[in-house]
């Protein structure tokens, strides 16, 4: 018998994580993941062996989690968030895949078992902080050109701006980028108004954690960091202000029938 | 102190709750939900007062949970899923926008602190019971023509089409809609293939869960009802097969970089 979680903690607050990946993770003799995930995890990582790898090194924290798993070691493969969501769980699919086509010398991932737990990703943290920011249709844009042709990025931004969708960006910046935040705003201005509400919010649910609302116009990579959630509402997204709270919701038009 | 918490409660296994969804509800004396929704959850209802009303009466039941509160009652209002997405959070807030605007004549709902928990969403518990279906971009798009008009979101399935997004579709069909999907599949078929993965999945992580994948050109509403997640993958997502299981994924590319 070879078990693979494939596990996601939710963004930071140990109250967002569900039992199940509680479990999971109790369950596994051996984690693989970014240290700083295990470190908010707290005790329950305890005594178990923890792989880590540099950022970066996606593939092989992958291929570690399928041959730990195959050599009989109950392991957990875990990241922040939901890891479902532009995160690890696909890679380790992608080498799945890739064993099935032959193009890989592993048939032992073949008889692992595998079981994928979801989490609460940072668009809905964020969301959540602030009102009800995702209460229509949404989308999500990664702006990471290291796997993603900037073409296809831009075409993308298109699309949710003319379909006027509420857009959470991912990989917003990194050290190495800069210039796709700006440019993706740029983009949105031709489709929504300038004061559309904006959402940053860093290290969200975390004991760190700091929220701005502004508006699109105001939008500026040097605003934002590798731990920055980027939400732009949509054209009808509204930011309301009730003494000292601020509120951005997404309306799904039942007032209209009010 | 009045204190009103707007809890998801996640797609239906217990496990997948938040503990902070559970400390919320077990601070409250009153709950305003849909009864399905506190079976699932079991004990910690117990005791509680349950305000139930019936499906449709959206706008009714945000108004009670504003009025509860603010007359000195710990409320929860809960619903499935995440409550931020497509469901009653975004209520609240217009409810409290009317108000500061005049439209409404409870100034007492100005005082009521408002907390908003997040849960993990069907397309969730889709991606992960079937692997990583939402491993890139993803939007959702609402097939209720209730309060959208059907011109919006026919504009949005072409957007999420040209744009290569893996498609989310809540509120697929009612007893009341049947034909928007079988459109939505329509409008798709002219941006990506016939043979792209669709996810059916329903009752997703209950007792009585039921996943099936298809093609694009099989997806039918006949085979749908309101308890089914349908998720469309984009241009590159993957349905493999590996013996009696089988997996939808969505590569992010790492494997060109292999």
């Known amino acids: 018998m070879s078990q693979l979680y494939v596990v996601g903690t939710g963004p930071g607050d140990s109250q967002l994580v569900a039992p199940k990946a509680l479990t999971a993770i109790n369950a596994s003799s051996d984690l693989v993941a970014y240290g700083l995930y295990l470190d908010l995890l707290g ?6 062996t923890h792989h880590d790898l540099p950022l970066g ?11 730990l798993a195959a050599s009989g070691k109950t392991t957990a493969l875990i990241s922040s968030g939901d890891i479902g969501i532009y995160a690890m769980a696909t890679l380790v699919f992608e080498l799945l895949d890739l064993q099935l086509q032959g193009k890989e010398s592993h048939p032992e991932w073949l008889d692992v078992e595998i079981e994928v737990i979801p989490g609460i990703s940072a668009m809905q943290a964020g969301a959540s902080r602030v009102g009800a920011m995702l209460g229509h249709d949404f989308c999500t844009v990664s702006l990471s050109d290291l796997l993603t042709p900037w073409e296809t990025i831009e075409k993308r931004i298109h699309s949710a701006g003319s379909g006027d969708f509420v857009i959470s960006f991912y990989n917003p910046v990194s050290k190495k980028r800069d210039w796709q935040l700006n440019s993706a705003r740029d983009i949105l201005l031709q489709y929504r108004p300038a004061e559309t509400p904006v959402l940053l919010g860093r290290q969200l649910t975390r004991e760190d954690e700091s929220i701005r609302i502004i508006r699109l116009d105001q939008l500026d990579a040097k605003d934002v960091d590798m731990f920055t959630m980027v939400s732009v509402g949509n054209s009808e997204s509204k930011h309301i202000v009730n003494g000292s709270k601020e509120w951005v919701y997404t309306p799904r038009g039942y ?3 009010l």
Chains 1, 2 share one sequence.
């Open 57 to 67: 090194e996606e593939i092989g924290r992958a291929r570690l989690a399928l041959d």
């Open 43 to 48: 005790g329950v990582c305890d005594g178990k």
């Open 255 to 257: 007032s209209k029938k």
